[in-house]
């Protein structure tokens, strides 16, 4: 009796760790994704590829596992942010060995990373609003160690002055609760399959996500174009129905002509399938 709390918390993480695994590799494999690497090929990619993008998931389940190990049943304070943030740059560091340097997952550990916390700190259960609440909670501390660089996302959000993946966490991924969840199960609703929901989901993030992969590779335009493209998409019913997949043929195509793609989109739909998941597990295993 008195081993079972170690085991909830062994058998929970290991489970958190897997599913959200599992969801790297559902998003990596969806098809068509519009300038993404998908079960098709490489989209806008010359360094990425569906068997890199797998290898780069599986590399992260101890870093999950750790996280969720660690966070299990705790609060939100510094000592917390810490350890999450050196288990994140710990998770980063195996990324790039298993890609040989390529930066396939940075904003999905970043995300993630702070949806299993958020799940293991609530005990290994909760509703996504309630995750998506901690999450945020985690992510508004300052991470004292983090090196000080500038990334091509913090280089994108200076300037054009937009949000970026920090802000998303921080306030509590709007993108993913207020756009991808409800259009996930809508689509279900409506009688799509799988595939077409998930990808009505992805459309429904990049419908406004300010995607600063996008903006790094083709500004403005790209942003517009991916906005704009993703929301012809919805307007045509979706991507089941014909009108809908004509629309997602032309963003893929204008998207691969600006040489964009959104990978923070990307992380987002991997993160929608997560919560998913978590509140109904009876879909994942
Ligand atoms: C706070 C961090 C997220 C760091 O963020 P920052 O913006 O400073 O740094 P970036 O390195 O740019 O990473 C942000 C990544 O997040 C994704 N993203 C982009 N826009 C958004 C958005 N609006 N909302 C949410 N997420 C977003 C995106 O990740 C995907 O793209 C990556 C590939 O990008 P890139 O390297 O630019 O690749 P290419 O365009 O292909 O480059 P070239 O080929 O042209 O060279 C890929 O990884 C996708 O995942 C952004 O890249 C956070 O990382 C951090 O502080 N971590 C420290 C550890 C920590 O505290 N962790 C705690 C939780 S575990
Ligand atoms: N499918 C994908 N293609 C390219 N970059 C990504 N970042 C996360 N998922 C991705």
Same mark, same amino acid.
């Given at each position: 009796?008195?081993?079972?709390?170690?085991?909830?918390?062994?058998?929970?993480?290991?489970?958190? =760790?897997?599913?959200?695994?599992?969801?790297?590799?559902?998003?990596?494999?969806?098809?068509?994704?519009?300038?993404?690497?998908?079960?098709?090929?490489?989209?806008?990619?010359?360094?990425?590829?569906?068997?890199?993008?797998?290898?780069?998931?599986?590399?992260?389940?101890?870093?999950?596992?750790?996280?969720?190990?660690?966070?299990?049943?705790?609060? =939100?304070?510094?000592?917390?942010?810490?350890?999450?943030?050196?288990?994140?740059?710990?998770?980063?560091?195996? @990324?790039?060995?298993?890609?040989?340097?390529?930066?396939?997952?940075?904003?999905?550990?970043?995300?993630?990373?702070?949806?299993?916390?958020?799940?293991?700190?609530?005990? +290994?259960?909760?509703?996504?609003?309630?995750?998506?609440?901690?999450?945020?909670?985690?992510a508004i501390l300052p991470d004292s160690a983090a090196p000080k660089t500038f990334s091509k996302g913090l280089r994108?959000?200076?300037? !054009?002055?937009?949000?970026?993946?920090r802000e998303e966490a921080q306030q509590a991924f709007p993108h993913v609760m207020q756009h991808a969840l409800p259009?996930?199960?809508?689509?279900?609703?409506? +009688?799509?399959?799988?595939?077409?929901?998930?990808?009505?989901?992805? @459309? =429904?993030? @990049?419908?406004?996500?300010?995607?600063?992969?996008?903006?790094?590779?083709?500004?403005?335009?790209?942003?517009?174009?991916?906005? #704009?493209?993703?929301?012809?998409?919805?307007?045509?019913?979706?991507?089941?129905?014909?009108?809908?997949?004509?629309?997602?043929?032309?963003?893929?195509?204008?998207?691969?002509?600006?040489?964009?793609?959104?990978?923070?989109?990307?992380?987002?739909?991997?993160?929608?399938?997560? #919560?998913?998941?978590?509140?109904?597990? !009876?879909?994942?295993?």
């Open positions: 009796m008195k081993l079972l709390p170690r085991i909830q918390v062994e058998g929970g993480a290991e489970w958190l =760790a897997r599913t959200a695994t599992q969801c790297l590799i559902d998003e990596a494999r969806l098809s068509p994704k519009p300038g993404l690497v998908d079960s098709r090929g490489n989209g806008a990619h010359l360094d990425l590829s569906l068997a890199l993008m797998e290898r780069s998931a599986r590399s992260l389940t101890p870093t999950f596992q750790a996280l969720a190990q660690q966070s299990w049943q705790r609060p =939100a304070d510094i000592s917390l942010r810490q350890t999450v943030g050196r288990l994140g740059r710990e998770g980063e560091r195996q @990324m790039m060995l298993a890609t040989d340097g390529v930066n396939t997952h940075r904003g999905a550990i970043w995300a993630l990373g702070l949806l299993v916390s958020a799940v293991a700190m609530l005990g +290994g259960a909760g509703r996504a609003d309630a995750i998506t609440r901690t999450a945020a909670e985690l994108a959000t200076h300037r !054009y002055r937009v949000p970026g993946a259009q996930l199960r809508q689509s279900r609703l409506n +009688g799509s399959n799988e595939t077409h929901a998930r990808l009505d989901a992805l @459309m =429904a993030i @990049m419908t406004s996500l300010t995607d600063t992969c996008v903006l790094s590779r083709a500004g403005m335009e790209g942003l517009e174009t991916m906005q #704009l493209g993703a929301r012809a998409v919805l307007q045509a019913g979706g991507s089941a129905q014909p009108e809908g997949q004509r629309a997602l043929a032309e963003l893929d195509r204008r998207m691969l002509a600006l040489n964009a793609s959104p990978g923070g989109a990307a992380d987002l739909l991997a993160a929608t399938l997560f #919560l998913d998941r978590i509140e109904t597990p !009876y879909i994942a295993n």
